[in-house]
T-cell receptor, first 114, second 114 residues
Framework: KAGVTQTPRYLIKTRGQQVTLSCSPI?????VSWYQQTPGQGLQFLFE???????NKGNFPGRFSGRQFSNSRSEMNVSTLELGDSALYLC?????????????FGPGTRLLVL | AQKITQTQPGMFVQEKEAVTLDCTYD???????LFWYKQPSSGEMIFLIY??????QNATEGRYSLNFQKARKSANLVISASQLGDSAMYFC???????????FGTGTSLTVIP
C-alpha cells in the first residue's frame, strides 16, 4: 500500500497570503489528522477529520481550517499568513484495528512565511 | 496537566548498548492507546510501537519494546542494541479511546555514539 502523501513538500509564502495543503491518506483509512510542528512549540494538534466531518479540533485560531472529501483526501487552509505560521505541517491517517488505532504520518509540508 | 511527559530532552548511548526513553502519561479513561514515534532529521514521523491499555503483555517490535507500567502510568521505550541509524527524536503519544485526539510529548533527542 502507498503511504500517506502530502503536497506540496515545500512552500514559501509572504505575510497576508493564504495557503492550501493537501493530504492523501493510506487507502482505506478514514481518519486524517493535521499537526503543526515548530522548534519552539513542538508538535501541536490542529484538527482531525473522519468521514468528511471534523471530529476533533486543537487550540488554533480560525485562520486554520480544513476539510475532508468523500475519498478521504484532506486539505488544510491557512488564511492571512503570519510569520509564526512557518512550520512543518504533518498529516496522519489512521485505521482502527481491534482495540488499537495507529497513526501513520506523511512526509510533511515545510511552510516558510516571509 | 500535561497528558504526556517526556523528561529527557536529550540522551546519548553507545552503539550496541540498550537505552530506555521515559514517558509518563495522565488519563482517567480506562481505555487508551500508547504510541512511540521516531522522527529522523528528514522530518518524517515513523511509527515504532503500540501498547493498548488492556494489553496484558508489554509490546515488542524487533529491537523496540515498551515497558508498560499501568499503575505508575509509565510507558518507557527500550531500544536494544542501538545503531547509528537510531539517532533521532523520539515522541511518545497517547489516544484516549477511538475518536479522541492524539496527544504528543515534547520528545527526546537520542544520539548514538560510535
Amino acid at each position: 500500500k502507498a503511504g500517506v502523501t502530502q503536497t506540496p513538500r515545500y512552500l514559501i509564502k509572504t505575510r497576508g497570503q493564504q495557503v492550501t495543503l493537501s493530504c492523501s491518506p493510506i487507502s482505506g483509512h478514514r481518519s486524517v489528522s493535521w499537526y503543526q510542528q515548530t522548534p519552539g512549540q513542538g508538535l501541536q494538534f490542529l484538527f482531525e477529520y473522519f468521514s468528511e466531518t471534523q471530529r476533533n479540533k486543537g487550540n488554533f485560531p480560525g485562520r486554520f481550517s480544513g476539510r475532508q472529501f468523500s475519498n478521504s483526501r484532506s486539505e488544510m487552509n491557512v488564511s492571512t499568513l503570519e510569520l509564526g505560521d512557518s512550520a512543518l505541517y504533518l498529516c496522519a491517517s489512521s485505521l482502527r484495528q481491534g482495540r488499537g488505532e495507529t497513526q501513520y504520518f506523511g512526509p510533511g509540508t515545510r511552510l516558510l512565511v516571509l | 496537566a500535561q497528558k504526556i511527559t517526556q523528561t529527557q530532552p536529550g540522551m546519548f548511548v553507545q552503539e550496541k548498548e540498550a537505552v530506555t526513553l521515559d514517558c509518563t502519561y495522565d488519563t482517567s479513561d480506562p481505555s487508551y492507546g500508547l504510541f512511540w514515534y521516531k522522527q529522523p532529521s528528514s522530518g518524517e514521523m515513523i511509527f515504532l510501537i503500540y501498547q493498548g491499555s488492556y494489553d496484558q503483555q508489554n509490546a515488542t517490535e524487533g529491537r523496540y519494546s515498551l515497558n508498560f507500567q499501568k499503575a505508575r502510568k509509565s510507558a518507557n521505550l527500550v531500544i536494544s542494541a542501538s545503531q547509528l541509524g537510531d539517532s533521532a527524536m523520539y515522541f511518545c503519544a497517547m489516544r484516549e479511546g477511538p475518536g479522541n485526539q492524539f496527544y504528543f510529548g515534547t520528545g527526546t533527542s537520542l544520539t548514538v555514539i560510535p
